[in-house]
C-alpha cells in the first residue's frame, strides 16, 4: 500500500490579520499533484486541519473544491481521505461528505458518539483493495474503547493481511511541539498507547512539525527509512504557519508491505512560496534605531524581495508611534511581496532590580516545593511585597480542600467497587 499523507493544510489562512495565502497554497497543491502523479499513491490521507477556520469564506471553499477535484481528476484511481481537525468545523465537513463519496473522496468530520448505532463503524472505516483506513477526526473526549473496537473490526475483516492505517488529529504525549505557542497547561496531550493496536501506520496531524514518534534522529532525513510496524507520525503541515517553524516541511511519502510487516517512511521537501525572515539575518545582530531598521527592510526588498519579516530590535532603541506604518509604506511600493510580522523582537533587555525581578514565583521553583510553607518560609526574604500571613491561610485552605476532595474520591471509588461486583454476579455479559 502506498499513501501521501500531509495534514494542517490550513487554508484560508490570514498572517498577522492582512496577508491572504492563497497563492501560496496554490503553490504547494502543484508539488502535491506532481507527487502524486509520479508516485501514484493508492491513497492520499489529509489528517485535519484542512481550514484555517471554522467558516472559510467563500473563496477558501472554492480553492478547496478546486483543488481536491483537480487532483482527483488528474488521479482517478487514487482514494483521498479527509478528517476534520480542531481548526475545522466537524459538522461542516461532514455535510459535504455524500457528494464527495462520487469521487472516491471520504471526508470525516464528526468523531463517533458515546451512544452508538449498529453499524456505526462504517463511518469510520474505509476498505479499500490496497488497506484499510480507519479515519479518525479530531476528538474532544476520551474515545479509547471506540478506537480499539474500531481496530478490532478491522482486524476482522482483514483476513488477506492488507495493510491497516488509522488517521488521528491529536498532540501525542512526547512529541516535539517546536513552534507551537502553546500555553503551559493549554495543550491536552495524550499517550499513544491510548490510541490502541492494530494498525501499521498512524498517520498524525495537529502538530506541526514533521516527525515520527520515536525517532527523533531521522526527523531531517530525506532519505527512505524502513521500519517495523507500527510507526506513527506527524507528516507535519503544508506552509509554515507561524515563523517560529523554522524547520523545513515535508509531505510523507509512506509505504507499507504487509499487515505487520515493514512500514517505509520518505519525506518529500516543499517548497514554499514565501519564506520567513528575522532582520538582521545575523543571529548576534540588532538594529540599534529606527532609520537603521527601516534601511534593513528596503534592503531586503531590493535584495530578497518576498518573503515574511520580523525585525530584531536594540532593546535601547527609540521607534516612532508609526513606526509600522512606515514598515508597511516600504512594503507597499513593493507590492507587498515582503510581508511584515509587527511583533518586533527586542534584543537586550537591561537588567531588572531585584524589586521588580521577583514579583511572582517561577512554574519550576512551585514544582520544587514540598512543603510550600517551609519554602516561602526560606525564600520570603526575596519578596519584599509578598504578604506572608495571607499567602500562609490560602495554602492551608487549599491543602484542607484537597484532602476533602480525596476522601470524597475514596468513597466514590469504594461504592463503585461495590455497585460493579454486585453487576458481575447478575450479569457477567454487561461490562
Ligand atoms: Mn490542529
New binding site residues.
Given amino acids: 500500500m502506498k499513501i501521501i499523507h500531509t495534514a494542517?493544510l490550513h487554508i484560508g489562512q490570514i498572517l498577522y490579520q492582512n496577508y491572504e495565502r492563497c497563492d501560496e497554497h496554490l503553490h504547494f497543491f502543484e508539488q502535491l499533484k506532481q507527487w502524486c502523479k509520479e508516485e501514484q499513491p493508492d491513497v492520499l490521507l489529509v489528517s485535519?486541519?484542512v481550514f484555517d477556520i471554522q467558516q472559510p469564506s467563500t473563496a477558501t471553499k472554492k480553492l478547496f473544491n478546486e483543488q481536491f477535484v483537480k487532483l482527483q481528476k488528474e488521479m482517478p484511481d487514487m482514494h483521498i481521505v479527509i478528517t476534520a481537525?480542531?481548526?475545522d468545523s466537524a459538522s461542516r465537513l461532514q455535510a459535504d461528505r455524500d457528494v464527495w463519496t462520487f469521487s472516491n473522496t471520504h471526508l470525516v468530520g464528526v468523531a463517533p458518539s458515546l451512544m452508538l448505532n449498529d453499524g456505526w463503524e462504517d463511518d469510520y472505516i474505509i476498505e479499500l483493495p490496497s488497506g484499510f483506513i480507519v479515519a479518525m477526526p479530531y476528538m474532544l473526549g476520551d474515545r479509547s474503547q471506540q478506537l480499539q473496537s474500531l481496530l478490532d473490526c478491522v482486524a476482522q475483516r482483514n483476513t488477506d493481511g492488507r495493510p491497516v492505517v488509522m488517521m488521528g488529529?491529536l498532540a501525542v504525549t512526547g512529541s516535539d511541539i517546536t513552534g507551537h505557542d502553546f500555553e503551559i497547561g493549554t495543550l491536552k496531550t495524550q499517550s499513544l498507547a491510548s490510541l490502541g493496536t492494530g494498525y501499521d501506520y498512524l498517520a498524525l496531524?495537529?502538530i506541526h512539525k514533521p516527525q515520527t514518534l520515536g525517532h527523533p534522529e531521522d526527523s531531517m532525513n530525506m532519505e527512505a527509512i524502513t521500519y517495523p510496524a507500527p510507526v506513527a507520525r506527524y507528516s507535519g503541515s503544508a506552509l509554515h504557519v507561524s515563523c517560529d517553524e523554522t524547520y523545513p516541511h515535508t509531505v510523507s511519502l509512506i509505504g507499507i508491505d504487509h499487515h505487520g510487516g515493514q512500514v517505509t517512511v520518505r519525506q518529500l521537501r516543499i517548497d514554499e512560496l514565501r519564506h520567513f525572515y528575522t532582520l538582521p539575518e545575523d543571529p548576534n545582530a540588532a538594529f540599534a534605531d529606527e532609520e537603521e531598521a527601516l534601511e534593513g527592510v528596503k534592503s531586503f526588498c531590493q535584495t530578497v524581495g518576498r518573503g515574511y519579516i520580523r525585525l530584531k530590535v536594540q532593546y535601547s532603541a527609540d521607534l516612532s508611534a508609526n513606526f509600522a506604518q512606515k514598515v508597511y509604506d516600504i512594503l507597499e511600493s513593493r507590492g507587498n511581496e515582503v510581508r511584515y510580522n509587527p511583533k518586533t523582537l527586542w534584543i537586550g533587555e537591561p537588567e531588572k532590580s531585584q524589586d521588580e525581578i521577583k514579583q511572582t514565583f517561577e512554574l519550576a521553583e512551585l514544582q520544587q516545593m514540598n512543603d510550600p510553607i517551609e519554602f516561602i518560609e526560606k525564600t520570603k526574604t526575596q519578596y519584599p511585597r509578598l504578604d506572608f500571613h495571607f499567602l500562609n491561610d490560602v495554602i492551608k485552605e487549599i491543602e484542607a480542600e484537597v484532602e476533602r476532595i480525596k476522601e470524597k474520591e475514596a468513597a466514590k471509588q469504594a461504592k463503585k467497587t461495590n455497585d460493579s461486583t454486585t453487576d458481575d454476579t447478575t450479569n457477567p455479559e454487561q461490562e
Fill in positions: 494542517d485535519g486541519d481537525g480542531n481548526h488529529h496531524g495537529h
